[in-house]
């Protein structure tokens, strides 16, 4: 399956190289050979590449089979800085899982100043709870204080504002213990909880059912899920304390899973194993949201040589490397909407051809095979979620990636140039 995806994806690059040439010529006409260049590679040729890579992966990827097994303990870690308004629903949402193992959770209070410390040491907590008290260092700091206090085998993350589905444990540790030996975490699926806040909110809510959803469930199929978020995310204890917990960065997350890829570990993906996480409700926190993910891709970069890792698989390798484009195609993306709308309304479609349209196709195609692979999902569990707003799909197919690419090249050159950083 990869490497008939590889093949098919390589014969597009090959046709739209002949294709293109002409294309190429008429804009090098207007703005010189290596502008025409760099704009057709990074919307057209290396963004179709993708798309059809994706496509195949997702079109042949092999059906899963059913199984069960012991129901291991687990802990759940749970990093908190002023969440008064959400733990409780967070440790009620664990407390209601379907789950026959013992759950323990360790909530490491991270210096907040909002009086969550307080409401947490005021309400009657089941005996698995405990509450740790740490200094404001940082997300990654509260999880290693929480790792300390872990005693067995299997560790959980959750976020302070994400709710578990009733399954979401069993799915996820079903997952991660019948998977080979080599496998040392699972992503969660992550859909969103407060989609009807705002426009900005809905307009997340087709890039987490499409966007991340899709892109973790090819990633999955090959064993190489290059972010084992935070915000839910299963790991065996002992590669956790093998690696040294988690880096004190912004991309923690995505550090730590490059981390256990590079040692030739693999990493899955639960896709029936749901949560549901508060997302930016306002257009300059979703932002900056991009902006730290953003850097957190800069940052695996830097901790990991991606190129000269002797462990790594070949599979990992390829899918951490295709991330080397993306500030190339963000940049392309920033220079060609605005260009090609001010040229189209002075009467030249030099922009708009027939093979940037065939990239929008494909992403459309991909868009409609991933909504049927994400509702079959939802069939085996019986999950029923609301509907989303196509007003919100029309937008996110056509501007969302262009309208946060400022925000995903500030943070690219920010930690490229090591700025300050803030969480």
């Not at 993306?333 to 605005?338: A, D, G, N, R, T």
Request: aromatic share 12%.
């Amino acid at each position: 399956m990869f490497l008939i995806s590889i093949i098919c994806a390589i014969l597009y690059v090959i046709c739209t190289l002949f294709i293109n040439i002409n294309w190429i010529n008429d804009i090098a006409c207007y703005f010189g050979y290596f502008l025409a260049i760099y704009l057709v590679t990074f919307v057209a040729i290396i963004p179709g590449f993708n798309y059809v890579f994706n496509f195949i992966s997702l079109l042949f990827c092999k059906k899963e089979k059913k199984s069960c097994s012991k129901e291991e303990d687990v802990t759940v870690l749970i990093p908190v800085y002023n969440a008064k308004e959400k733990i409780k629903e967070t440790i009620e949402s664990i407390q209601k899982q379907e789950y026959c193992g013992n759950i323990y959770i360790n909530i490491i209070d991270d210096g907040s100043t909002d009086g969550t410390l307080e409401l947490l040491k005021s309400i009657e907590l089941d005996s698995n709870i405990s509450i740790i008290e740490a200094k404001h260092n940082g997300k990654a700091c509260a999880l290693n204080e929480g790792l300390k206090k872990v005693n067995t085998k299997y560790t959980i993350t959750v976020d302070s504002d994400t709710v578990l589905h009733p399954l979401a444990i069993r799915k996820i540790m079903n997952k991660l213990t019948n998977s080979s030996e080599n496998t040392v975490a699972t992503a969660g699926c992550l859909f969103v909880k407060n989609s009807k806040k705002s426009f900005i909110t809905k307009l997340q809510e087709w890039d987490y059912t499409l966007g991340i959803f899709g892109v973790k469930f090819i990633q999955g199929n090959y064993n190489s899920t290059l972010v084992a978020q935070g915000a839910f995310s299963a790991y065996k204890t002992k590669a956790l304390n093998e690696i040294g917990g988690w880096k004190n960065c912004v991309g923690e997350d995505i550090v730590l899973t490059w981390q256990l890829l590079s040692k030739g570990y693999e990493t899955n993906f639960a896709k029936n194993a749901i949560a549901f996480t508060e997302v930016p409700e306002k257009f300059r926190k979703l932002g900056n949201q991009r902006k730290r993910w953003a850097r957190g891709m800069i940052e695996a970069f830097k901790n990991v040589n991606v190129l000269t890792s002797r462990k790594m698989r070949f599979k990992t390798r390829f899918l951490m490397l295709l991330n080397v484009f993306f500030p190339f195609i963000d940049l392309a993306l920033l220079i060609f909407v605005p260009l090609g709308l001010i040229l189209l309304l002075l009467g030249n479609p030099l922009l708009i051809s027939w093979i940037s349209l065939l990239v929008l196709i494909f992403s459309l195609l991909l868009c409609v095979l991933i909504e049927i692979r994400r509702k079959n999902m939802l069939k085996e569990i019986d999950c029923k979620l609301e509907k989303r707003s196509i007003l919100a799909f029309i937008v996110y197919v056509l501007l969302y990636a262009f309208i946060l690419t400022p925000y995903c090249l500030i943070g690219y050159i920010s930690e490229l140039f090591n700025c300050k950083k803030k969480w």
